[in-house]
Nanobody, 123 residues
């Protein structure tokens, strides 16, 4: 069964940090570009970051650029999202997704999605 599982979410104070993980089972992430998306209550889904198959190209949404860093460890079949300097507006459910292509995009259809992990930034 092909599956993506996110972990690492939780409650953090403003200015804090979290690292999200996206682990794949049933397939190899080597063949996929990976994206992180988020959706806050009452808002549309937003592309946060993505990383190409090679790991060379990394794109970020304007609201997280300079604070978040995406990386991948193909040996562990896992992609990470390091989130620093968190703000209340970063509160959302975060999803990872895999797309069977080399280049990464922050929009458009992805092939596989995880169930999401909740990130809450609050004092």
């Amino acid at each position: 069964q092909l599956q993506l599982v996110e972990s690492g979410g939780g409650l953090v104070q403003p200015g804090g940090a979290l690292r999200l993980s996206c682990a794949a089972s049933g397939f190899s992430l080597d063949d996929y570009a990976i994206g992180w998306f988020r959706q806050a209550p009452g808002k549309e889904r937003e592309g946060v970051s993505c990383i190409s198959r090679s790991g060379i190209t990394r794109n970020y949404g304007a609201s997280v650029k300079g604070r978040f860093t995406i990386s991948r460890d193909n040996a562990k079949n896992t992609v990470y999202l390091q989130m620093n300097s968190l703000k209340a507006e970063d509160t959302a459910i975060y999803y990872c997704a895999a797309k069977a292509q080399s280049l990464c995009i922050l929009k458009g259809p992805y092939d596989y999605w995880g169930q999401g992990t909740q990130v809450t930034v609050s004092s």
